[in-house]
């Protein structure tokens, strides 16, 4: 894991500014009717990547995939890949496949002639399908279920025999509608790494559609993060998460506090923002936010500390009263009400047993973050 983990910290082609893209939409709407359900996208995704296309039921994920396999063809607008023109080329003449959610595996078949169909329709040898379908089972470690049925599996085995089927072709291009949908919470996530692991064995390129926010986080190399069939912003995890583009962004991923309000003054790269309700913020992050220009201040519940004691020094220090206590184990997050009367989300890691400022409903409290905590949205 450690290696594959240095590789993908190195792969990053989207910044090179000779790297070609592997697929491309470009200027792509898609409508049903008088409803569009895409809506002129442009957007690129480069060889051997991972890339999760994000977003609320409806948003035009979906058929965004389906366009790119070949269900759907675009009203308007090109898709490329590797360069060619897609239009009118059927799906099996695609070197892209498709997984379902729901794996569509056939009942009637033992694991190993799932994973053999697809190459037995295309004719190759048997003694290659036999090969291949050994290769196939061995690396979604199903080597000793080849002969069940998929009512003997688990829904994560019966997973990993859709993926080996997925992917027995050795598509270019592996194209997944929410892959772990069907599983618990605790399989999900470890079938996650098992899929990025896949994905690196085979140098294939991966998209996968999820309204999962954390599943896109840990699996993606870049996300796109879509409302109403367009792009609101393509970056990758840490991006999306420490530097939302706009309030969308920043709301859709992860728990956030914005304050909405006003640029009062700004000085090299910071400015002073005061909020609507009052509370002025010193931030040293204010991006291209004019001075006198609406923006909203926004923070992650982790960069904010909440202590019993007013800190010494500081950024931002403000005084409240301890509203609501979520325990959760692993942390606690804490809902400050604060002078103006919003309520800020603040979250501490449990790391120690007993906690050493102890906190409990109707305390006063401070809230204190660092200047370089939060960022300005204009958008
Ligand atoms: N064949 C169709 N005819 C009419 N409308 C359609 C058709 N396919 C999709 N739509 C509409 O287009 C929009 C986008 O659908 P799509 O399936 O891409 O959404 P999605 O983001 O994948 O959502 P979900 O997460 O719920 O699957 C939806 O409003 C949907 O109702």
């Given at each position: 894991m450690k290696s594959l983990g240095n590789i993908r910290r190195d792969f990053a082609p989207w910044n090179k500014p000779d790297a070609k893209p592997y697929i491309q939409f470009k200027d792509v709407t898609k409508r049903f009717g008088d409803f569009t359900a895409v809506n002129n996208l442009s957007l690129s995704i480069y060889e051997r990547e991972f890339f999760a296309l994000l977003g609320a039921s409806g948003c035009g994920k979906s058929t965004l995939l389906r366009m790119l396999a070949g269900f759907e063809e675009p009203t308007s607008g090109q898709i490329l890949l590797d360069g060619q023109d897609?239009?009118?080329?059927?799906p099996y003449r695609r070197p892209v496949n498709m997984m379902f959610q729901s794996y569509a595996l056939f009942p009637h078949m033992s694991v190993e002639q799932n994973i053999a169909f697809g190459l037995k329709q295309d004719g190759m040898p048997k003694a290659d399908i036999d090969t291949r379908v050994a290769e196939m089972l061995k690396l979604v470690k199903l080597s000793q279920f080849a002969k069940r049925k998929p009512h003997q599996l688990s829904g994560g085995q019966r997973q990993r025999v859709a993926l080996a089927r997925a992917v027995a072709k050795r598509p270019k291009v592996l194209l997944l509608d929410e892959p772990l949908g069907a599983l618990d919470k605790k399989l999900r996530e470890e079938t996650q790494f098992e899929l990025m692991d896949l994905q690196q064995t085979l140098g294939l390129t991966f998209v996968v559609v999820t309204h999962d926010q954390e599943e896109a986080m840990t699996m993606a190399d870049r996300i796109a993060i879509l409302d109403k069939g367009e792009v609101m912003q393509v970056a990758t995890p840490a991006e999306v998460y420490e530097?939302?583009?706009?309030r969308f962004v920043a709301d859709f991923v992860g728990n956030i506090n914005m304050f909405e309000g006003k640029v009062a003054d700004r000085d090299g790269a910071g400015a002073t923002i005061t909020s609507a309700n009052g509370v002025t913020i010193r931030t040293a992050n204010a991006g291209d936010a004019a001075a006198g220009s609406e923006v909203a201040f926004a923070i992650r519940p982790e960069k904010i500390k909440v202590s019993s004691k007013k800190p010494e020094g500081g950024d931002n220090v403000m005084e409240g009263e301890i509203y609501d206590i979520a325990y959760l184990g692993d942390m606690t997050i804490f809902h400050v009400q604060i002078g103006n009367g919003q309520v800020v989300k603040a979250s501490s890691l449990n790391a120690t047993r007993a906690t050493e400022d102890p906190l409990s409903w109707d305390d006063k409290a401070w809230i204190s973050f660092r200047n370089d905590a939060g960022v300005v949205l204009t958008r």
């Amino acid at each position: 894991m450690k290696s594959l983990g240095n590789i993908r910290r190195d792969f990053a082609p989207w910044n090179k500014p000779d790297a070609k893209p592997y697929i491309q939409f470009k200027d792509v709407t898609k409508r049903f009717g008088d409803f569009t359900a895409v809506n002129n996208l442009s957007l690129s995704i480069y060889e051997r990547e991972f890339f999760a296309l994000l977003g609320a039921s409806g948003c035009g994920k979906s058929t965004l995939l389906r366009m790119l396999a070949g269900f759907e063809e675009p009203t308007s607008g090109q898709i490329l890949l590797d360069g060619q023109d897609l239009r009118g080329i059927p799906p099996y003449r695609r070197p892209v496949n498709m997984m379902f959610q729901s794996y569509a595996l056939f009942p009637h078949m033992s694991v190993e002639q799932n994973i053999a169909f697809g190459l037995k329709q295309d004719g190759m040898p048997k003694a290659d399908i036999d090969t291949r379908v050994a290769e196939m089972l061995k690396l979604v470690k199903l080597s000793q279920f080849a002969k069940r049925k998929p009512h003997q599996l688990s829904g994560g085995q019966r997973q990993r025999v859709a993926l080996a089927r997925a992917v027995a072709k050795r598509p270019k291009v592996l194209l997944l509608d929410e892959p772990l949908g069907a599983l618990d919470k605790k399989l999900r996530e470890e079938t996650q790494f098992e899929l990025m692991d896949l994905q690196q064995t085979l140098g294939l390129t991966f998209v996968v559609v999820t309204h999962d926010q954390e599943e896109a986080m840990t699996m993606a190399d870049r996300i796109a993060i879509l409302d109403k069939g367009e792009v609101m912003q393509v970056a990758t995890p840490a991006e999306v998460y420490e530097a939302p583009g706009s309030r969308f962004v920043a709301d859709f991923v992860g728990n956030i506090n914005m304050f909405e309000g006003k640029v009062a003054d700004r000085d090299g790269a910071g400015a002073t923002i005061t909020s609507a309700n009052g509370v002025t913020i010193r931030t040293a992050n204010a991006g291209d936010a004019a001075a006198g220009s609406e923006v909203a201040f926004a923070i992650r519940p982790e960069k904010i500390k909440v202590s019993s004691k007013k800190p010494e020094g500081g950024d931002n220090v403000m005084e409240g009263e301890i509203y609501d206590i979520a325990y959760l184990g692993d942390m606690t997050i804490f809902h400050v009400q604060i002078g103006n009367g919003q309520v800020v989300k603040a979250s501490s890691l449990n790391a120690t047993r007993a906690t050493e400022d102890p906190l409990s409903w109707d305390d006063k409290a401070w809230i204190s973050f660092r200047n370089d905590a939060g960022v300005v949205l204009t958008r």
